[in-house]
């Protein structure tokens, strides 16, 4: 996927998240826990709905890279890293990538700390449009 094809996919996430959520800015910087800062894909006006997005596919094999799944690894870490968030959301716009990485640990450990690891599009049968 190209940076234009990106960022489309990135513009049509954000349009189905504000349906759930509201209005979402994109790309803010705001600082996480030891003060360093990070931008946010998306983040509500409130601050309290994070959200990182991956458009990256798998490698030629259709397995998950190691690097994209150290990318995924940070993000996870610095949603999780910003204080007050109500919603810590990471959508994974490839569906092999979203497939490989739920099986690891990692995702496991991400789902317990309460981040929403969502596919896209969006199901509207997804726990995250139940309120």
Known sequence: ???KDRKATEKKVAKE??????????????RLAGGKPHRFDLVSTDRRTLVEIKTSGPDKCGKLRPALRGDICRDCLVLLG?????????????????????????AGVAKAKGIKIIPFPLSRNSKLFRS
């Open 1 to 3: 996927m190209n940076y």
């Open 17 to 30: 998240l504000e349906a759930k959520f509201g209005p979402l800015q994109k790309e803010v910087s705001l």
């Open 82 to 106: 910003r204080r007050g968030a109500k919603n810590r959301i990471l959508v994974l716009t490839n569906r092999t990538v979203r497939q490989e990485f739920l099986k690891t640990q990692y």
